[in-house]
């Protein structure tokens, strides 16, 4: 049974920083990528970050390009956001996902979804 693990979502002021996590288990040993969907009040889930297993490529949305970092531990089967400079249009559910069927930038396309971790950027 596949598990996607995500914490490290909270509460943050305008201009801060966060660090999500997400620790996977049963994930099929051929697994692409793993990466970070969100979905904010009343819009679509939306692409956001990821980085293939093999090769570390990183992949990211364009809202959040140079202000977010997605990284990975192999061994631990973890990866990790850092979320820097934060607005408040980066609140959301931020879902940790894993192994895409197509292009990584299309949320769908992800086969496995954990159960998300919110982030609130306000003042």
């Known amino acids: 049974q596949v598990r996607l693990v995500a914490s490290g979502g909270g509460l943050v002021q305008p201009g801060g920083s966060l660090r999500l996590s997400c620790t996977a288990a049963?994930?099929?040993?051929?697994?692409?990528?793993m990466g970070w969907v969100r979905r904010a009040p009343d819009k679509e889930r939306e692409f956001v970050a990821a980085?293939?297993?093999?090769?570390?490529?990183?992949y990211y949305g364009d809202l959040v390009k140079g202000r977010f970092t997605i990284s990975r531990d192999n061994a631990e089967n973890t990866v990790y956001l850092e979320l820097n400079n934060l607005k408040p249009e980066d609140t959301g559910i931020y879902y940790c996902?894993?192994?895409?069927?197509?292009?990584?930038?299309?949320?769908?396309?992800?086969?496995?979804w954990g159960q998300g971790t919110q982030v609130t950027v306000a003042s």
């Open positions: 996902v894993a192994h895409n069927s197509g292009s990584v930038y299309y949320p769908f396309n992800y086969n496995y």
């Open positions: 049963g994930l099929p040993f051929n697994r692409n990528v």
């Open positions: 980085i293939s297993w093999a090769e570390g490529t990183t």
